[in-house]
């Protein structure tokens, strides 16, 4: 069972950038597909970035395409999001998750097998 380790929210201004990372544990890092997820209040559960359990594949929500940067580093069993141009409305927790690799690789928010505890995201106006 993999544990996952989430590093690098804090207060940003809007049209800033952040990198999230999340460190992985316990597990075969190359047998999950991952994802960041977030959960502002009062909404659904929403996965803005997958990447597949290579690396050479990846996927967004169209909320953050173009402007969020999923990736991995197998070496040190690390995934990565890079958050430009950051907006207040994307205030939130942000949790990785790991997805079995005999599963489709999915932006379900709720699909994900493992989860982090997340690091908070703020971006002030």
């Known amino acids: 069972q993999v544990q996952l380790g989430e590093s690098g929210g804090g207060l940003v201004q809007a049209g800033g950038s952040l990198r999230l990372s999340c460190a992985a544990s316990?597990?075969?890092?190359?047998?999950?597909?991952m994802g960041w997820v977030r959960q502002a209040s009062g909404k659904e559960r929403e996965c803005g970035a997958t990447i597949n359990c290579s690396g050479d594949s990846t996927d967004y929500a169209d909320s953050v395409k173009g402007r969020f940067t999923i990736s991995r580093d197998h070496a040190k069993n690390t995934v990565y999001l890079k958050m430009n141009s950051l907006k207040p409305e994307v205030t939130t927790v942000y949790s990785c998750?790991?997805?079995?690799?005999?599963?489709?690789?999915?932006?379900?928010?709720?699909?994900?097998?493992?989860w982090g505890q997340g690091t908070q995201v703020t971006v002030s106006s």
């Open positions: 998750a790991a997805r079995s690799w005999f599963k489709v690789v999915t932006l379900v928010g709720d699909a994900y097998d493992y």
């Open positions: 316990g597990g075969t890092f190359s047998s999950y597909s």
